[in-house]
């Protein structure tokens, strides 16, 4: 069981906006500080989309944003796509030189 | 292009041993930290271990410590998992990634395109 909890699917139409939520459950993490989000298509490699909360890696569209409060964070994707029907991951690290996956978030592009 | 090229995938029977390498290029390897990241096929991901610029700071996950041995090669531009005593469980899909930092965070911005391990007598 990861100490990172992401509801298992979240939907919407084209043009909304969704957000997937990824909740700490271990003391070892600082999610307020340091989580990224990660989008993954099957059958090809995860693409980082939002680190240390709210930043973005040059090439992610301003579609992706990151936030997050207390022990959760979350991913909002504004005007949904349908290329953006994927699985989207979360991710935190420790000071003891470890890292974690969330559970993940199956989006469905309705 | 910066790129990242996994092998040595391949079956192994449980109790053996395998090595994955990883051949980076396109950018200067020994400035950044090094991922290995699983996941078995319609599962999710799995962090496996990391390792900082300078092999100073290393980092296992739980189902791996004690078997796994991850380590650089920066004149060869080459990161490594050792993997010993494997396991039916380890059967999955090995990712090899950069971190954006020279230390072990959790954001990696270039992935290779996996190796297969098959874990199985």
């Known amino acids: 069981q990861s100490a990172l909890t992401q509801p298992a699917s979240v939907s919407g139409s084209p043009g909304q906006s969704i957000t997937i939520s990824c909740t700490e459950t271990?003391?070892?993490?600082?999610?307020?500080?340091?989580v990224s989000w990660f989008q993954k298509h099957p059958g090809k490699a995860p693409r980082l989309l939002i680190y240390?909360?709210?930043h973005r890696p040059s090439g992610v569209s301003n579609r992706f944003s990151g936030s997050a409060s207390g022990n959760t964070a979350s991913l909002t994707i504004s005007g949904l796509q349908a290329e953006d029907e994927a699985d989207y991951y979360c991710?935190?690290?420790?000071?003891?030189?470890?890292?974690?996956f969330g559970s993940g978030t199956k989006v469905t592009v309705l | 292009e910066v790129q990242l090229v996994e092998s040595g995938g391949g079956l192994v029977q449980p109790g053996r041993s395998l090595r994955l390498s990883c051949a980076a290029s396109?950018?200067?390897?020994?400035?950044?930290?090094m991922h290995w990241v699983r996941q078995v096929p319609g599962k999710g991901l799995e962090w496996v271990s990391g390792?900082?610029?300078?092999?100073?700071?290393?980092g296992y996950a739980d189902s791996v410590k004690g078997r796994f041995t991850i380590s650089r090669d920066n004149a060869k531009n080459s990161l490594y998992l050792q993997m010993n005593s494997l396991r039916a469980e380890d059967t999955a899909l090995y990712y090899c990634?950069?971190?954006?930092?020279?230390?072990?965070?959790?954001?990696?911005?270039?992935w290779g395109q996996g190796t297969m391990v098959i874990v199985s007598s």
């Open positions: 990634a950069r971190d954006i930092h020279h230390y072990v965070s959790d954001a990696s911005d270039v």
């Open positions: 396109g950018f200067n390897f020994d400035d950044y930290a």
């Open positions: 390792l900082s610029w300078k092999s100073d700071s290393v």
């Open positions: 271990s003391s070892d993490l600082d999610i307020y500080k340091f």
């Open positions: 240390d909360v709210i």
């Open positions: 991710s935190s690290y420790t000071a003891r030189v470890t890292a974690v």
